[in-house]
């Protein structure tokens, strides 16, 4: 069967970044969740995405660039593997965002967590955008990308980043794929 165009991008953009950019850090699962099958998503941790300021702007340390491909700062990364140290997500129980949000205090409270999002959440909703590029194929970066800057909210301009948050799974790190200079974060 050929491959979509869409998907076939898709596959370029993930190519691009596998040899501009090394070996991923860690590979993740991840999917959206009304897709059946799991995908692994590699991780790549950039020092350029570290956030000198707090949350809740930290989200903004993360970009989803394709079905295959997220970027984080190395702070992130590195808060991710130590949260996954302490209690790890896996396919069978995945980590989603509480109450659907990332930044709704209220929602958040109504799903009983008051306190702000984890980096796995925060991997949860990057796992929903993944889930969009795969839908939305060669749209999803100038589509989503344009709008992703609104954050969640009540508008339709908020519509991609809602939906991220609301479907978005993380089923935990790819066993063996944490690189050996990452791997000392899940040790101690
Ligand atoms: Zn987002």
């Given at each position: 069967?050929r491959a ?6 898709d ?9 501009l ?13 009304r ?7 590699d ?6 995405h ?5 949350w809740?702007?930290w989200?903004?340390?993360?970009v989803t660039w394709?079905?295959?491909?997220i ?19 896996s396919?069978?129980q995945?980590v989603?965002?509480?109450g659907?949000r990332l930044?709704?205090r ?12 984890t980096?796995s ?8 955008h993944?889930?969009q ?5 060669a ?5 989503v ?18 939906e ?16 050996a200079?990452w791997?000392?974060y899940l040790?101690?």
């Amino acid at each position: 069967m050929r491959a979509s165009p869409a998907a076939m991008l898709d596959h370029l953009w993930t190519w691009c970044f596998r040899h501009l950019g090394g070996t991923p850090a860690f590979r993740i699962w991840g999917k959206g969740r009304r897709e059946a099958a799991w995908r692994q998503i590699d991780v790549f941790a950039s020092a350029r995405h570290n956030l000198e300021s707090r949350w809740p702007l930290w989200a903004g340390s993360c970009v989803t660039w394709t079905a295959h491909v997220i970027v984080v700062g190395e702070d992130f990364a590195e808060r991710l593997l130590r949260e996954q140290r302490q209690s790890p997500a896996s396919r069978q129980q995945p980590v989603a965002v509480a109450g659907g949000r990332l930044s709704d205090r209220q929602r958040r409270l109504q799903a009983g967590i008051s306190g702000p999002p984890t980096a796995s959440e925060i991997m949860a909703h990057e796992c929903g955008h993944t889930a969009q590029a795969r839908r939305l194929g060669a749209a999803y970066l100038p589509v989503v990308g344009a709008v992703t800057l609104f954050r969640e909210g009540p508008h339709w301009w908020n519509h991609f980043e809602n939906e991220a948050s609301e479907s978005g799974l993380f089923g935990g790190l790819v066993s063996g794929s944490v690189r050996a200079d990452w791997a000392r974060y899940l040790r101690d």
